[in-house]
């Protein structure tokens, strides 16, 4: 029997329709076999390579994965940690050790470190099968938001928002002299100067309507030059990778000098704040 | 052989005029609308999301949870008193059972895919054009669906097997019968199958048949309602969907 592609590359497919006829043909990300037939899981776009069919979603919920970088929000205070919500179905915890390089003594008000309504930069360090997530902010590049605004976008549109290496983001960046974060749970921090703030926003809401067409960067630079005017390739604000520090009350991290210097002082605060969270354990259990 | 004519002179093969949409509702996570005849429904799916109360969650799957609901002025006129009733609960149930073959949710356990499904107006019908509208919205909200599920009411009035019977033909003084019917539109597996009224096996058999050819007509404007979501999209040069992260 005879193999053929039955969609056009990069068409729109709905949740059963026929990709591939035919063994020539392996089902990838998305796809499934039935008999001879490769057939879409989801609404998304079909995506030809080489001999794998795949589709790419053009909607549906954030999956929780390992070493994503997410926003979060703080939605409860707990005995060693906090509750923060991920966008998910499933909400997360934030252990005192991975939120803070300080030592916290027994029984110390956790709210001075982070207060519900708080928002987070994290990364996910476990997803479990259930989807139990844990994150963390102890890395380069993972604050607490102090200042800024935190729009929501669709998930899957985070890759055309971020663009190749960057690209889409960077010029956002460059044209509006904000601090940006994506999130890959859709939630992006934008950081600046109140009306430019308000202009990355109209650019990100841009790319999220026209998300499933090409040509975007393009389209999204004429859109801000329109606006700013043209903006040299080196005015880029160099090092904004990680925005404003945690300036906050009950974090130390402001007071190092740099990241490195951070990161080989990381063990002993570590080692501090876990007896700290053992005493508590044990007072729980008495 | 008495009804030789249906009452608003289609086909008996016919359906009436019908029209799809997908993300009509913005606050939803995905949304469907489908009218047929005078019967519209709007579909509203929010999810997946924490589910409450917990003893309902499912650790190995999420769940679907439909609910269907009359507008109090979308019957002929006689105020429908808002609120659960039987029928409302039988139709959310038959919904979800319709729909479940589909949904594969299991990357998602604990949780819950609420379906919403609002008719302003109805006339006959209404269980199908839910079923067709919340299949939209399911696809529309990116739930994981292994195909479309569609769904059209068959029936028999008078000796006469007619698709998409309208509620004056339902209330035809003769022998009739109302069969909605749901499919899985490429197995034609049946997900869905009530009867009210009395038919032969024979013509039961017969209007069956004839519901595969319906529900063909129903999932073409299904595809074409979430193709035209995305204007301009399948047009372009070869894009690396997996952009690489910042």
Not at chain 1, 18 to 41: C, F, H, N, W
Not at chain 1, 87 to 98: I, K
Not at chain 1, 165 to 181: A, E
Not at chain 2, 70 to 93: A, D, L, N, V
Request: aromatic letters at 6%; hydrophobic letters at 35%.
């Amino acid at each position: 029997m005879s193999s053929e592609i039955t969609v056009e590359h990069r068409a729109v497919v709905i949740p059963g329709q026929v990709l591939a006829q035919g063994m020539d043909y392996l089902p990838g990300e998305e796809t499934y076999r039935e008999g001879e037939q490769i057939r879409s899981k989801v609404l998304g776009l079909a995506n030809v390579n080489g001999r794998v069919m795949k589709v790419t979603p053009l909607s549906g919920p954030y999956i929780p994965k390992v070493d994503d970088v997410i926003i979060a929000q703080v939605s409860d205070i707990l005995m060693s940690g906090w509750r923060v919500q991920t966008g998910t179905p499933y909400s997360a915890m934030l252990n005192v050790r991975d939120a803070t390089q300080r030592f916290v003594r027994k029984g110390e008000d956790l709210s001075r470190i982070l207060e519900i309504g708080d928002y987070v930069v994290g990364k996910i360090t476990n997803v479990t099968s259930q989807n139990l997530i844990d994150i963390t902010m102890k890395e380069p590049g993972l604050f607490k938001i102090n200042s800024g605004r935190v729009i929501q976008v669709a998930p899957q549109k985070v890759p055309r928002m971020i663009g190749k290496r960057g690209s889409m983001i960077g010029l956002i960046k460059r044209y509006t002299g904000c601090k940006m974060v994506v999130g890959q749970n859709g939630t992006i921090l934008i950081d600046g100067n109140a009306e430019r703030e308000e202009l990355a926003q109209k650019a990100i809401r841009m790319i999220e309507e026209f998300a499933h067409q090409s040509g975007l960067t393009e389209r999204i630079e004429d859109f801000l030059k329109s606006v700013v005017g043209e903006v040299p390739e080196t005015a880029a604000p160099s090092g904004d990778r990680r925005p404003r520090d945690n300036r906050s009350r009950g974090s130390d991290d402001s007071s190092k000098p740099s990241k490195p210097f951070v990161q080989r002082n990381a063990d002993t605060p570590t080692e501090n704040t876990d007896k700290a969270v053992d005493e508590k354990g044990s007072e729980e259990k008495k | 052989m008495a009804y030789t004519k249906r009452l608003d002179g289609r086909k008996f093969d016919e359906l009436r005029p019908m029209v799809a949409k997908a993300g009509n509702i913005p606050n939803a996570d995905g949304s469907g609308y489908f009218k047929v005849g005078k019967t519209e429904a709007y579909a509203a799916v929010y999810g997946p999301r924490e589910l409450h109360p917990r003893f309902l969650q499912n650790p190995k799957t999420g769940i679907i949870r439909c609910h269907y609901n009359m507008m109090p002025f979308s019957g002929t006129g006689t105020r429908i008193r808002p609120g659960t009733k039987r029928r409302s609960q039988e139709i959310s149930m038959v919904m979800e059972l319709s729909l479940s073959p589909v949904v594969d949710l299991s990357q998602f356990p604990n949780s819950v895919v609420d379906v919403f499904v609002e008719f302003p107006s109805t006339d006959a019908g209404s269980r199908c054009a839910a079923i067709s509208a919340a299949c939209i919205a399911l696809a529309d909200a990116g739930i994981r669906m292994k195909d479309m599920v569609t769904s059209v009411a068959m029936g028999q009035v008078d000796g006469a097997i007619c698709a998409d019977l309208t509620y004056n033909e339902e209330a035809y003084d003769a022998i009739v019968s109302d069969i909605p019917v749901a499919m899985i539109n490429g197995s034609k597996e049946i997900t869905l199958l009530q009867m009210d009224g009395e038919i032969t096996k024979a013509d039961l058999i017969k209007s069956l048949e004839a519901a595969k050819d319906a529900c063909g007509k129903v999932h073409k404007l299904q595809q074409d309602a979430l193709e035209a979501r995305f204007p301009g999209a399948g047009t372009d040069k070869k894009v690396d969907a997996k952009e690489v992260s910042q």
